[in-house]
């Protein structure tokens, strides 16, 4: 169950499928038996399901999930959710107490479950950031105490040119996401599965980022100094993104938006 709010249900992404299309790409290659489950549908390839609530709280996730549970029975539930409580001016001491309390919640419902929570992706709204990095801080020392069904993991590198517009990751940034879950998965879960490219391996990504009401995608390239420092590189000119074209498998794992060529 890929549970949190927009982040999860794939705002900012090319088909919507944020980070749940990569990861199940890769899921398949490992040759394991899943199945995305949720109440909401989204995305135009691969499994549509999950619990993604666009402008959700974490207070708001919590009076739902229950009810989710029961219904869907889990075995594993992938968690990143505070982003809406930070942008709301939330304590981050506060959403760090309401994000153990919806992990209790889960453990108490579900007590067979495997719980992994990630830290949150960064934000572009300067205003939030130091809240943000408030937030994550302090998410390891809750993990910490709930037992060896609950796992961290580190969502907070996906940030600055990762980031799509305000707060919600570009093609790039959801790659980031889907291989962090998977490595999570994969020490947890089938240790035997295959090893998978890291997207911040790439010397070029094609990154594409909103400013105002325009959609802009261009080449980056990375710098020598090491993982997930990048530069500008010019090749061409910009290309306006568009939503809604077909993505290959091959380049949705490199975070790569363009459309096949035909």
């Known amino acids: 169950m890929p549970l949190g709010d927009s982040i999860t249900a794939g705002a900012g992404a090319p088909g919507r499928e944020g980070y749940r299309l990569v990861l199940q790409r890769r899921l398949e290659r490992a040759g394991t038996a899943f199945d995305f489950v949720g109440s909401q549908r989204g995305g135009i390839g691969g499994d549509p399901d999950h619990e993604g609530h666009g402008g959700w709280t974490i207070e708001q996730l919590s009076e739902r999930v229950g009810d989710w549970l029961d219904t869907y029975a889990p075995d594993v539930v992938l968690l990143h959710a505070g982003t809406n409580n930070i942008t709301r001016g939330d304590d981050p001491a506060e959403v760090a107490r309401k994000l153990s309390a919806l992990v209790d919640l889960i453990l108490a419902t579900a007590p067979r479950t495997r719980i992994f929570v990630s830290t949150v992706v960064g934000t572009n ?9 408030a937030y994550n801080a302090l998410i390891p020392a809750v993990v910490a105490g709930k037992g060896p069904r609950v796992r961290l993991v580190d969502q ?19 790659a980031r996401m889907a291989h962090s ?16 490219a890291d997207p911040d391996s790439a010397d070029l990504v094609y990154l594409c980022h909103h400013h105002g009401s325009v ?19 010019e090749v061409g000119q910009r290309v306006p993104c568009v939503a809604g074209l ?6 949705a794992d490199r975070g790569d938006p363009r459309p096949d060529r035909q």
């Open 156 to 174: 907070a590198p996906v940030s600055g040119l990762s980031i799509y517009d305000r707060h919600h990751p570009n093609a790039h940034g959801y």
């Open 215 to 233: 959609r802009v995608c261009r080449w980056w390239q990375r710098k020598p100094a090491g993982r997930g420092s990048l530069t500008e590189r």
């Open 246 to 251: 077909r993505v290959s498998r091959d380049q």
């Open 181 to 196: 879950w998977y490595e999570a998965m994969r020490t947890e879960l089938g240790p035997a599965w295959p090893d998978e």
């Open 125 to 133: 709204v300067l205003s939030e950031m130091a809240a943000n990095h």
